[in-house]
C-alpha cells in the first residue's frame, strides 16, 4: 500500500501512523543496533587508502605482450591456384596479436612477476612503470602449471618493489587493495576484503589453491597486485568469476608463498618452476570414506598409491592413510597438500600429521627432485593426421606428476598441444593419454609410432583423461 499526503498534512499523518503502528517512531528504529556509530571526529572523517596507495602503487606495471601471426590465404595449398600463381603469393603480411596486464615488481633489480597467460607465447613483451617509462623485458622463467611468469628489465637504478607477506596469515575478511591496468584504461585501484581463502576447484590452472576477493578485478588486472593494509604483496590477481566478462566481486589472486617460491626459482636460473617429487598419490576424503575411518569431518588426503623406493615410501607413508597437515597447516584436500609441498620446496624437509590404522602419527619426508624424462621417450607429432601438434612422452613418476596424474600412472600421454593444429582442433589436452588407435594398444612410443605410420580412411583414437576413457572417430 502507498500513501501521497500533502506537506502540510505529513506531521498529522505521521503522529497518526505511529500512534496506530503503522510506522515505527525514529528512536526505535535506531535504538535496534547500537554497535554502529558515525565517525565522530574530522580526523575519522578524512581517513583513506591514498597515503597506502602512494606507497604501492610504483611497484605496479603494465605489460604489453606482442605476438606476430601468419595470415593465410584461403586459395593458398590450392594445387589449381597454386599452379598459376606461385605458393607464396598466397602468404599476407604477419599480423600481429597483442595482449595487455598488469605486472609487480618483486625485486629492485627489475625482476617483475606477472601471469603466464598475459605473456603466452608472446614474441616481445615491454614494461611500462607508472612514471610513464617503457622497457623491453626479458623472460626469465614461463610455468605453465602455476600460470606464473618472471620478467627482467634494466631500469639503471634501482626500481621500487613490493614486499611479500606471509599469504598463510591472511584471514577471511581483511580489508585489501587490487592494483592493476584494467580494459587498458590506466592504472586503477580497487578496495574491498579477502572472501575466502584456500579456494581449490577454480579450473583457472593446474596450480589450484587462491586467496578470493570482492575488489573489483577486470580483464587487464591479471598480473597485478593483491596488498594488505601494511603495503605488503599477499597475491597475484589472476582471474575473475564473470558471466559478463566484468568484475561482479568474485576474483582469484595467487597466494604470495607460491609467488616468492617461483621468484626464487627464477633468481636461481630455473626456466621453469618444479613440483618437488614426493612418490604418491592422493584423493579426496569422501563423506563416506571419512565415516569409514572414523573420521569426525571428510578432509584431508587419501594416500592411494606409493611408488617404490619414493620419498613417501622412505618417510614411512602407507596406501591408505590420510594426511591430514603439512608443517601445522591442515590440508583439506589433495590440491591443498599439493600447494603445501610446492611451497616447500625441492630438498625440504616437510612434518606430515597422518592417520594411519585409526591411529594419528607424525612422520618427516624428505622432498626431491623430479627424475629427468628421457629424450628418447618423447616426440613431437607430425605429418598428416589428427594428432599433429601434440608432443607425447612415456609416463615417468615425474613427467605424471608434472601432469597431474598419479604418479604410478604408465603409457604415452599428451605433454603439449600446439595452437592452431590438428590436435588442437579435435580437442586434445596436455595430461590425455593414448590408450588406442585404430584398435591397437597403446603402451610405449614405439607402439605409438606404428600405429600412427598408417593411412587408414578413418582414425580411431580411444584416449583417457581423468579415469574416463574418450573414443573418437576421425575421417
Not at 98 to 119: C, E, F, K, Q, R
Not at 130 to 150: C, H, M, P, Q, Y
Not at 262 to 278: D, L, S
Not at 359 to 368: D, N, P, R, S
Request: neutral net charge; hydrophobic residues 40%; contains cysteine.
Amino acid at each position: 500500500m502507498s500513501f501521497k499526503v500533502a506537506p502540510s498534512a505529513r506531521a498529522l499523518f505521521l503522529c497518526t501512523a505511529v500512534l496506530s503502528g503503522m510506522v515505527t517512531p525514529l528512536h526505535a528504529q535506531t535504538a535496534i543496533d547500537t554497535t554502529k556509530q558515525l565517525p565522530a571526529t574530522r580526523s575519522e572523517l578524512q581517513l583513506s587508502f591514498a597515503p597506502l596507495v602512494k606507497q604501492t602503487a610504483g611497484a605496479v606495471v603494465n605489460v604489453y605482450a606482442a605476438h606476430a601471426v601468419k595470415t593465410r590465404s584461403p586459395f593458398a595449398g590450392d594445387p589449381f591456384f597454386e599452379q598459376f600463381f606461385g605458393g607464396q603469393q598466397f602468404n599476407g603480411p604477419p599480423r600481429v596479436q597483442s595482449s595487455l596486464g598488469s605486472g609487480v615488481i618483486a625485486d629492485p633489480s627489475g625482476i617483475i612477476v606477472t601471469n603466464n597467460h598475459v605473456i603466452r607465447d608472446a614474441d616481445t613483451v615491454k614494461v611500462a612503470l607508472s612514471d610513464g617509462r617503457e622497457f623491453e623485458s626479458k623472460v626469465l622463467l614461463k610455468d605453465e602449471s602455476t600460470d606464473l611468469a618472471i620478467l627482467k628489465i634494466d631500469a639503471g637504478e634501482p626500481l621500487p618493489a613490493l614486499p611479500l607477506a606471509d599469504s598463510d596469515k591472511v584471514e577471511v575478511g581483511d580489508l585489501v587493495l587490487a592494483i592493476g591496468n584494467p580494459f587498458g584504461v590506466g592504472q586503477t585501484v580497487t578496495s574491498g576484503i579477502v572472501s575466502a581463502q584456500a579456494r581449490t576447484r577454480v579450473g583457472i590452472s593446474d596450480f589450484d589453491f587462491f586467496i578470493q576477493t570482492d575488489a573489483a578485478i577486470n580483464p587487464g588486472n591479471s598480473g597485478g597486485a593483491l596488498i594488505d593494509m601494511s603495503g605488503k604483496l599477499i597475491g597475484i590477481n589472476t582471474a575473475i568469476f564473470s558471466r559478463s566478462g566484468g568484475s561482479i566481486g568474485i576474483g582469484f589472486a595467487i597466494p604470495s608463498n607460491m609467488v616468492r617460491a617461483v621468484v626464487e626459482t627464477a633468481k636461481g636460473g630455473g626456466e621453469t618452476f618444479e613440483r618437488p617429487y614426493i612418490g604418491a598419490s592422493f584423493q579426496n576424503v569422501t563423506p563416506d570414506v571419512a565415516e569409514g575411518l572414523g573420521m569426525k569431518q571428510p578432509y584431508g588426503a587419501l594416500v592411494t598409491n606409493i611408488t617404490k623406493g619414493g620419498p613417501a615410501e622412505k618417510g614411512g607413508l602407507l596406501v591408505g592413510d590420510v594426511v591430514l597437515s603439512v608443517d601445522e597447516m591442515r590440508i583439506e584436500n589433495p590440491d591443498g597438500l599439493g600447494y603445501r609441498l610446492s611451497t616447500a620446496g625441492i630438498g625440504k624437509t616437510v612434518k606430515l600429521e597422518v592417520l594411519s590404522r585409526s591411529k594419528e602419527k607424525t612422520i618427516t619426508v624428505v622432498l626431491e627432485k623430479p627424475g629427468p624424462d628421457s629424450l628418447d621417450n618423447q616426440m613431437l607429432i607430425q605429418g598428416r593426421n589428427p594428432l599433429s601438434g601434440a608432443h607425447v612422452l612415456k609416463l615417468t613418476p615425474s613427467s605424471a606428476a608434472r601432469l597431474r596424474l598419479p604418479s604410478e600412472t604408465e603409457g604415452v600421454a599428451v605433454d603439449k598441444v600446439f595452437p592452431n593444429t590438428p590436435a588442437a582442433r579435435i580437442g586434445l589436452q596436455p595430461g590425455d593419454i593414448v590408450r588406442g588407435v585404430n584398435g591397437a594398444e597403446i603402451e610405449t612410443m614405439a607402439d605409438l609410432t606404428k600405429a600412427m605410420s598408417a593411412k587408414p580412411v578413418l582414425w580411431r583414437f580411444d584416449f583417457e583423461r581423468g579415469g574416463a576413457i574418450i573414443r573418437q572417430v576421425i575421417r
